[in-house]
Nanobody
C-alpha cells in the first residue's frame, strides 16, 4: 500500500508560480513511478506529468510542456511539480498518483492522493 499526501496548492495570479509537493509513504518507493493529474470543474481528470522511479524519465502533457517541471527528492519518496507561467486554465484540483508501471500511470494509476486546489486568477 502507498499513501500519498499533496501540498502546496493555493491562489496565484496569472503568470505566477507555484510548487506542489507529494509525500509518499508505504512500500519501496524508488520503484514506483509518480505522476500528477488535474481536474478542472466540469471536466474529466487529465494527465499532467509523470516521472520514473529513478527520476531519469519524464513525460508531460502538451498543455504544460515548457512551463511545468516534475522532479523527485533525493530519497525518492517525494515528488514535486514546479509550475511556472501559470494561466487561468491551469485552475484545477491537482492529484498525485503512483504506480509500478511508467506507462500505465499515465492512464490508470493504482494509488491516488486526495488532491490540492490550485487557482490562477486573471
Amino acid at each position: 500500500q502507498v499513501q500519498l499526501v499533496e501540498s502546496g496548492g493555493g491562489l496565484v495570479q496569472a503568470g505566477g508560480s507555484l510548487k506542489l509537493s507529494c509525500a509518499a509513504s508505504g512500500r519501496t518507493l524508488n520503484v514506483y513511478a509518480m505522476a500528477w493529474f488535474r481536474q478542472a470543474p466540469g471536466k474529466e481528470r487529465e494527465f499532467v506529468s509523470s516521472i520514473s522511479g529513478s527520476g531519469t524519465i519524464t513525460y508531460y502533457a502538451d498543455s504544460v510542456k515548457g512551463r511545468f517541471t516534475i522532479s523527485r527528492g533525493n530519497a525518492k519518496n517525494t515528488v514535486y511539480l514546479q509550475m511556472n507561467s501559470l494561466k487561468p486554465e491551469d485552475t484545477a484540483v491537482y492529484y498525485c498518483a503512483a504506480d509500478l508501471d511508467l506507462m500505465r500511470i499515465r492512464t490508470t494509476p493504482r494509488y491516488w492522493g486526495q488532491g490540492t486546489q490550485v487557482t490562477v486568477s486573471s
